[in-house]
């Protein structure tokens, strides 16, 4: 789980008779990687590969099949059966299908630029609609300028009767729309252009028609409802092309695909007149298989070797974070490619783990540890059965009905969240905010509390101290890891480089929890933990002071690996980082404290002596009063009040729920993840592996030729 599948350097050399045979054999395997230097060529008398014969075709038949699909708006579901597709079909029937869909495509194409271009003349005719002068009384005049549009008649009228050049004019209005006829004087022209230019005046082009504007838009709606019956008629043939062909172009292809991939394979490979040379990368566990099916096709025409088995130790030290020398003799500086090696349930995680980066080969996969800690943070600031129901449902629909396997990992990593959630709501005896769940499963007396009430108020300084803790822990394993890897360069390299930062945080954090200067640290170090099962009230001052030296030997190794400077960020990083976790207690304050108001504002609550609150699910204040006379009122609760007060009531509680639902993800989901990335990954994870793409295909919709 902490290593990638152990992957094998493998050398296909051929000859090239026996070379098709290879690429079948290799493609069914589904396994090489083909290597990052393959095809490269790098020895005398050996030329870059060539696509074999018919690549060309198969490429302009994918791309067209592609176009097809697309214009038919075929969708996966649409498939079917698989099938066999001959490459008689792809001749034949593939033509005729083409050539019917290109044929009512281009028809479509048409009709709507038609349609298009009518809807823009029923768009122009509508303010003339509303003027209600017939067309042929607004053109074809020799000696009066018309224009029509929409603006204020006022200012028209009053530019007109201020330009020279117009000897006369009249206008029409009606709801906003102005027809403007002008006389100009002499053998002026364009003076309705120049004396409108002032003035607010759109103007709208004249439709060349006659009679009444609305009979004229009633001729183009008759010719818009033929043009869209058309329309739907092309549609329909291309549905039922879609609904006749979908399988067997989706097959097509599949078909197409594979054979391109095939053809074009021989670009990876390294090639004379004679032989070709090929190497990649298959996990060990499938070597012997693949060897065996690539001999088999080829016989004594090719040659398979396994050149290495790749460690998990690069082949030369790290010079530095992420930095690798190049390789030794016999060795090889390419990465191999990476296969996560988890299992089932783990593996929607290492979704989370490739948002940062894909862990490379030879690093630490970190996606175990994720899948321990990332629900566990999110169960804790959550903490409650109902809300934990829902992300469960929820990421259930996601894991199992969405295509996307990225989102499917969501809802992977959302359903052990919300399990997680739905046990911490047990141990805190909540459901949506009630403690319905401590009083009749613990008796009112749940194992744990989130510290919003009174009279538990000292959880809440728990859980502050307690996430101190977890920092320190969780980041410790960080160091620890980030020290492991390390050790590949020495026991000193290690010390200074990576336990160095460890020793100055926990020598540090020991001292903060001794009696070492009490007076002057904060008292719940030494009471959020002093009652039982723990009893620790701090340890003794000499411990502290033993620890601070200690912490001050990682400073002194921290100078020496990292300088003053980085010293200094490593002294501060000891503090704030591990404070940081305690976003745990406050998210989780926050979001109870959240539920507790919504449910607060509508049923109302009120707090006893002990300091505990209770809400008024099925009585009101005044029966309050009678039974616990020394009960004092937090609020009445909406639900007790007048019906509008009611219905504003489910209002607010509806939204509230929804909203704390929401914000569990916006807020404890990213502050998780911060965690993790941010204060976890930074000590150790470096990423930048390389994604693992074996040559070969998973069919959905042939079967095999």
Request: glycine fraction near 10%; hydrophobic fraction near 45%.
């Amino acid at each position: 789980m902490l290593r990638p599948e152990r992957m094998s350097k493998v050398s296909v050399v051929g000859t090239n008779r026996v070379v098709q045979d290879v690429i079948e054999a290799a493609h069914d395997q589904n396994v090489l990687h083909f290597s990052d230097s393959s095809g490269e060529v790098g020895v005398e008398g050996f030329d870059a590969g060539s696509p074999l014969d018919g690549a060309d075709d198969a490429s302009d038949k994918l791309v067209t099949v592609r176009s097809l699909l697309s214009i038919l708006g075929v969708e996966e579901e649409d498939a079917g059966p698989t099938r066999i597709v001959t490459d008689d079909a792809l001749e034949n029937e593939f033509a005729d299908i083409r050539d019917e869909v290109n044929e009512l495509d281009e028809r479509r194409t048409e009709v709507e630029d038609r349609l298009s271009d009518l809807e823009d003349r029923v768009d122009a005719v509508e303010p003339f609609v509303t003027l209600g002068i017939d067309l042929d009384l607004l053109q074809g005049y020799d000696t009066v300028e018309v224009a029509v549009g929409e603006g204020d008649s006022d200012e028209i009228e009053h530019a007109l009767a201020d330009e020279g050049d117009v000897r006369s004019f009249e206008t029409f209005s009606e709801g906003g729309v102005v027809a403007v006829f002008a006389y100009p004087s002499g053998d002026s022209e364009a003076v309705l252009e120049d004396a409108l230019v002032g003035v607010e005046f759109i103007q709208h082009e004249i439709p060349s028609g006659n009679g009444s504007p609305a009979d004229y838009l009633d001729s183009l709606e008759h010719k818009r409802q033929k043009l869209e019956s058309e329309l739907a008629t092309v549609e329909n043939e291309l549905e039922g092309l879609r609904l006749e062909h979908a399988g067997f172009l989706l097959a097509a292809e599949e078909k197409l695909n594979i054979e391109v991939q095939k053809a074009e394979a021989p670009l990876n490979f390294a090639t004379t007149d004679h032989a070709f040379v090929a190497e990649g990368w298959v996990p060990t566990t499938e070597y012997a298989e693949f060897a065996s099916a690539v001999q088999d096709a080829g016989g004594d025409g090719v040659d398979v070797e396994e050149l290495e088995r790749a460690e998990y130790e690069p082949p030369e030290h790290e010079i530095g974070h992420g930095e690798q020398e190049a390789a030794t003799d016999g060795g090889t500086a390419e990465q191999p490619p990476v296969v996560q090696d988890n299992p089932g349930p783990v593996k929607p995680f290492e979704m989370l783990v490739r948002v940062i980066n894909r862990p490379n080969y030879y690093d630490l996969d970190p996606t175990i540890i994720l899948f321990l800690t990332f629900p566990a943070f999110y169960g804790f600031m959550i903490g409650d059965v109902g809300y934990g129901v829902i992300y469960t449902a929820l990421g259930w629909w996601m894991y199992t009905s969405l295509d996307s396997d990225a989102l499917a990992a969501l809802g992977g990593v959302a359903v052990l969240s919300g399990l997680s959630t739905i046990v911490f709501g047990f141990l805190y005896g909540e459901i949506f905010g009630f403690h319905l769940v401590g009083e009749y499963l613990w008796n009112g007396n749940p194992p744990i509390h989130k510290g919003l009430m009174p009279g538990n108020a000292e959880w809440a300084r728990l859980w502050l101290v307690v996430s101190v803790l977890v920092a320190l822990a969780h980041l410790t394993l960080g160091y620890a890891i980030d020290t492991y890897k390390r050790m590949r360069h020495g026991v000193w390299d290690a010390l200074t480089e990576g336990a160095s930062w460890a020793i100055l945080m926990v020598g540090l954090w020991v001292w903060v929890f001794s009696h070492a200067l009490s007076d002057a640290k904060p008292d719940l170090l030494f009471t959020a933990l002093s009652g039982p099962p723990l009893g620790f009230t701090g340890l003794d001052a000499t411990i502290g002071w033993a620890a601070l030296g200690v912490g001050v030997v990682g400073y002194a190794l921290l100078i020496y690996a990292e300088g003053a400077v980085g010293a200094i960020e490593g002294a501060l990083n000891s503090l704030t980082h591990v404070l940081s976790y305690t976003r745990l207690a406050a998210v989780m304050l926050a979001k109870g404290g959240m539920a507790f108001v919504v449910n607060l504002l509508f049923f109302g609550a009120y707090e006893t002596q002990d300091g505990k609150f209770h809400f008024m699910l099925d009585y009101d204040w005044s029966y309050v009063q009678e039974h616990y006379p020394e009960a004092e009122l937090m609020f009445g609760g909406l639900v007790h009040g007048p019906i509008t007060a009611v219905l504003g009531g489910i209002l607010i509680f509806v939204l509230g729920h929804l909203l704390v639902l929401a914000l569990g993800v916006t807020s404890a989901g990213l502050q998780a993840v911060r965690l993790e990335y941010v204060e976890f990954f930074g000590k150790f994870y470096e990423g930048g592996g390389t994604k693992y793409e074996p040559f070969g295909y998973d069919r959905s919709y042939t079967t095999q030729d």
